[in-house]
């Protein structure tokens, strides 16, 4: 493989902490079973208030919503501003015309009440959205 | 200017290259204000794990972060890389592993150290970019398949059985355990299930899966209880492991 012939090895520091990141992941398994509780539980909440999560069936959670780029950027800016909630937002090209999908990668740090501030968050901003609210909004200058 | 030209001015530092500050977990600080933060995949939330923090800074500490000096070929290999390398093909139930400095970059070499202008590729069409690039360094053909359509796939590597006997080459099918855009997991039984009617390799990029999919976590291909049917596993360590590289098994 050239590009790993001609290189430099990996520092050492790197090396060893992978190490006893691998040796975490082998022994406490505790790690990965709260984060399909936390996946679980935010997957079934979103499901259970109408979201359309599309084809996961890992911990990655997807979001989509029907909308135009100008309210794509204003429900993620309602988000972050209002809700105190940080996630990703995609868009055309990555994904058709007129939807939006905002995707939260769920953690095993993350808990179950966090979960709950974000699902009654979601459902506040998924209404807005129906309503028409972020249609008037421009993403004015932050 | 891309989709999110309109809104360029404010984009930047919004949107595009915001700054998360603080220790990294849920809770961090963008902008100055708390927020609760979904966008890391720190999945086993082992990025600011005491015992990691710990093994960090005392393997700087001891080695600083200049060792080993050259290319593992020259002068830099150690004892440490090669069982780092033993662990990660034991653990993921292949029997070799090979580091790589960088996940994106090792996708896209392995795919050039893998086939020649005989070979051909058949790969899903909701690849990761790094796997796009790969295949375009190919000097041969390649065949897309529609994302996860398996009868797609099957039309594919007619196609390229077709053109593998006209060229004496092999066929190298490439797909991910998860789709990081979707959360789907790639179709990797199905797939499989292909090689009694073609005959090809198949590499799968399981990025997200390593870590996080199977009784184990050794990835999507144990998930799936398919992983003798995977002949090349690539994980990366940026994801539910914390750090940055990747390895191929």
Known sequence: MRSQTFAKALPMPMVLGLK???ELLKTKPELRENLWKIATALQNGLRDRGFDL???NTMVTPVFLEGELNEATAITMDLRENYGIFCSIVVYPVIPKGLMELRIIPTAAHTLEDVQVTLDAFSEVAGKLKSGFYKEQSAVAV | MGPLGQHQKMAHGYFAFPKLEGEIGPHMKFRGKDHLVWSLNNYLGLANHPEVREADAKAAAEFGLAYPMGARMMSGNSNYHEML???????????DAFLLNYGYQGMVSIIDTLVDRNDVIVYDAESHACIIDGVRLHMGKRFVYQHNDIESCRKQLERATRLAEQTGGAILVITEGVFGM???????????ALKDEFKFR????DAHGFGTM???GAGT???????DGVDIYFGTFAKSMAGIGAFVA
Not at chain 2, 85 to 94: I, N, P, Q, S, Y
Not at chain 2, 202 to 205: A, F, P
Request: proline letters at 0%; aromatic letters at 2%.
């Open chain 2, 221 to 227: 291909h144990e998930a799936q209880d398919c992983i």
């Open chain 2, 182 to 192: 979707s959360g789907a997991q790639g179709k990797l039984k199905e797939i499989i």
């Open chain 2, 202 to 205: 198949l590499l799968i990029d």
């Open chain 1, 20 to 22: 006893k990141r691998l």
């Open chain 1, 54 to 56: 599309r084809s996961t």
């Open chain 2, 214 to 216: 199977g009784k184990t």
């Open chain 2, 85 to 95: 390398e033993k662990d990660l093909a034991e653990f993921v139930g292949k029997d």
